[in-house]
Structures are given as C-alpha cells and as structure tokens.
C-alpha cells in the first residue's frame, strides 16, 4: 500500500479527509470513551473482509500475600468479525463541477463525518440489549432499582440517579478507566440533567462554566456524560446506559488495494486510491477518487470494515425507564 499511500498523500482530498477523520471524534465526543481497534497488532489498518480480529479485555488480578502462588492472568481475548464493508460516495457531474468554483471536496468534508460518526455510535449502540448484557458475573449488584446489569427508574434523571448509578457499578466491582466511566443518556435524560443545578449551578459544581452556555454537560460523579440522540430501545425501554470502554468493542480496518491481490500487481487503476490515516486516534479509510467515462462524473468514496462484539458484560449499566 505504500506506493498508494504516497501518490494519494500529496492531493489535497488526502488532507481533507484527515480533517473529517479528526471531526468524527469532536462530532460524537462519546467515542473517545468507547473501545475501538483501528490497527492489527503490528500496526496496520488493513485487513480481508469477514477475517476475525482479536481485542482483548484485562481483567484485575487478586492481592495476596508474599509466598502465595501466582495469581493466572484472566484477560479475554475478543473476537470481532469484519463483517460489514460500508462506504461513503459522492458523485459529482461536469454540470455541478464547471458551475462553481467552490471547494466540493472541502464542503463534503463535515457532512462526511458526521455520517461516519454516528454510524458508528449506532453500530455500537446496537449491541446494548439485555440479551447481551444479561447478568453480572462478579457482585450481585442490587440497588437503588437495579437488577444485576438492568436499572430501572421512573423519574428522577438527576445528580441522585447519576450517584446511585456510580454506587451500582462500584458493588459491581467495575473499575475507573483513567478516573471516568461513561454515561451516555437520550435527549430527554440529557435534557433533564441539564436542568438539575447540582449539575450545573457554578456554585456547586466550579467546573461547569461552560455548560449552560454550550448545553456540555461536565464530567460528573465520577462519569464523562454525553448525549446519544437516537438511543434504540433494545427491548428493555433504554435511556441511558453507563460503564468503562471495554463493555463494547468496535474494530475497524481498511479493504486491501486491488494491486496487492495476487494476480493484478500490475493491473492499470482508472483513478486514485490510498488509505488517509487520522494521526491522533488511528482511524483509516480508503479513499478512492476516478472519472467515469463517457460521463465525466467526478467520484469520491471513503470504504471501510468494522465489526462489533460485546467485550466485558460486567461492565455496562443498561438503564431502562419503567
């Protein structure tokens, strides 16, 4: 792929894209706190599709005392398979093209990663059931309404539901991630929050001075709180759901380039294709760029492969309205 790499690096889509990359990250903030695997454990994003690829979760290991015998690592290894190729298209005429001497590649940058954002939360959102999050496996946490992975609430979409949350997880034994779990709730929960002001009154909370003005809620009680618009039900009435990266698992590679099959080395390519990698985060794209002829058509397209899997099920709070 390097030869790809380098005649798509020196276009100005190559750079585009990396900001729309950069964008899916500030678009859905949530994604941050979720797990994602962009790259094989040698550091490539390319992978085939269908092909299984392993993440693991790590597991905490007991304290005893000098002399006892070693305590086995119990991290589980998670397979996720590739099983979705998706794609971003646009198509430009020579009509839409000779008219304008605007950016269109530039402008198709933000809606671009807006789609890829929040397919990709949905993607994960998905796997949020009760089905898959059944039972707890460590403690039986059972309080202020919760049931072993499940919380139940009528009302009260407040501060005292986020601490009673925290408690859940905390008898659970579902560890801090870097001092925050995240709480991801629908726009009513979201809303209510925003309208509690032990959440949000400067005078109890110092670090929310933006969040009035910005509807960004702070981190809270121990959660790094964001919004998910279009939360699916999933069969238990979901509003919200909360816990560490590792509950759900999102991997994503890049398709091979057509030169790298064996047998087509040398096969011409009508066009430009090359993978653009977003630095900070690791997130890669193939981006392939051609003329049709006879119509001259302009197209654009960003490919891709994910999978998802359930990680550690103890990990993951589902809260379900009654």
């Not at 009513?188 to 959440?199: C, F, H, K």
């Not at 091979?256 to 064996?262: A, G, I, L, Q, S």
Request: net charge neutral; proline share 6%.
């Amino acid at each position: 792929m390097a030869t790809a790499n380098q005649s798509l690096g020196t276009l100005a889509t190559a750079t585009i894209v990396q900001e729309a990359l950069d964008l899916v990250f500030t678009i859905r903030p949530q994604l941050n706190r979720l797990s994602l695997g962009f790259t094989d454990r040698n550091g490539s994003p390319i992978a085939q599709y269908n092909q299984p690829v392993i993440t693991r979760t790590l597991a905490i290991p007991a304290v005893g005392n000098i002399g006892d015998a070693a305590t086995d690592r119990s991290d589980a290894d998670v397979s996720v398979t590739l099983n979705n190729f998706k794609q971003i298209r646009y198509d430009y005429t020579p009509q839409q093209y000779s008219g304008t001497n605007r950016d269109l590649i530039r402008e198709a940058a933000l809606p671009m990663a807006i789609a890829m954002a929040n397919y990709m939360v949905d993607a994960i959102a998905a796997l949020w059931t009760p089905a898959n999050y059944p039972v707890r496996t460590g403690a039986d946490a059972v309080a202020n309404g919760a049931t072993n992975n499940i919380t139940k609430i009528g009302v009260g979409w407040d501060y005292t539901h986020l601490v009673n949350t925290r408690q859940v997880l905390n008898k659970a034994g579902v560890p801090l991630a870097d001092g925050l779990r995240f709480y991801g709730a629908n726009a009513d929960v979201y809303g209510s929050m925003l309208n509690d002001q032990r959440i949000v009154a400067a005078l109890y909370n110092p670090a929310n001075s933006e969040a009035i003005k910005t509807g960004r809620l702070p981190d809270v009680a121990g959660f790094g709180l964001s919004e998910y618009p279009a939360l699916p039900s999933n069969g238990c009435n979901l509003v919200a759901v909360a816990g560490t990266a590792d509950s759900s698992v999102y991997a994503h590679r890049v398709p091979r380039h057509p030169n790298d099959v064996k047998g087509f080395e040398g096969v011409p390519i009508p066009g430009r294709i090359g993978i653009v990698t977003e630095p900070r985060t690791g997130l890669s794209v193939m981006v392939v760029e051609y003329v049709a002829l006879p119509s001259l058509n302009i197209t654009t397209m960003l490919l891709w492969m994910y999978g998802t899997a359930v990680g550690n099920a103890n990990n993951l709070q589902l809260v379900c309205s009654q």
